[in-house]
């Protein structure tokens, strides 16, 4: 059969592979990796427009029944387990990797310098900042007042700390390490400096070190 005949038309691919082929993408979304492809599925049992770029090269095909039966196989089995022990191997590598960079550049980001100021005056100005995050309240929350209790406004004041850093939580976010790990570490070194210089605070940050809650989370309690 030639290339021309064996490849069918856009219009009736996308029906066909349901019932009757699995795609490439398709089987490795079942565990398959392009080398098992090459080795047990071999050339593709029929070629297809790709309906998404019909200027581009063919789909390969493959026969459901075929590929369930070579799925059952006992040599298939192993190769697939072996394939899922070295990616995970490799995923567990790469988030090692990750957090000693991560772990690495924290060391080196400098801690903010923060402003000494009364306790009052910083929970009062607190209050003024969370009353005034509209976006935060959506219309479902409540104003909170200096009379509320620690349990509500501790977590405000740190916030509000936070908040007053975002120019310093970008500058020092550390480079070509990932987003998350870097995010992560700029963050424990605010939260940490803000135990050290308002001690009254520290019960609330030592929480958020011990469970890692975010200052836009930890807030939606109140909202």
């Known amino acids: 059969m030639s290339r021309s005949s064996a490849i069918r038309t856009s219009q009736n691919v996308t029906e066909m592979a349901k019932s009757e082929f699995l795609t490439a993408g398709s089987l490795r979304r079942r565990g398959w990796t392009g080398a098992l492809i090459r080795e047990f599925a071999g050339p593709a049992d029929q070629l297809a427009v790709n309906p998404h770029h019909p200027g581009g090269a063919a789909m390969r095909l493959y026969r459901t029944d075929r590929i369930a039966e070579i799925e059952t196989g006992e040599e298939f089995i192993e190769a697939l387990a072996g394939a899922d022990r070295r990616r995970c191997a490799a995923e ?11 772990a690495s550049a924290a060391e080196n980001i400098t801690p903010p310098m923060l402003p000494q100021a009364p306790r009052a005056d910083l929970v009062e100005a607190a209050v003024r900042w969370f009353n005034g995050c509209e976006t935060w309240r959506s219309g479902a929350g409540r104003w909170v007042s200096t009379s509320d209790p620690d349990g509500v406004l501790l977590p405000i004041a740190v916030n509000f700390i ?28 605010i939260v940490e400096a803000i135990a050290a210089s308002y001690p009254w605070l520290r019960p ?5 070190l011990a469970c890692k809650v975010s200052a836009v989370d930890d807030a939606k309690q109140f909202i």
Request: charged share 45%; glycine share 2%.
């Open 162 to 189: 936070r908040d007053r850093l975002r120019d310093y939580a970008n500058r020092a976010r550390p480079i070509g390490v990932p987003v998350e790990q870097a995010v992560r570490a700029v963050d424990r070194k």
């Open 92 to 102: 567990k590598a790469l988030q090692t990797k990750a957090r000693k960079a991560a």
């Open 204 to 208: 609330e940050c030592d929480r958020r």
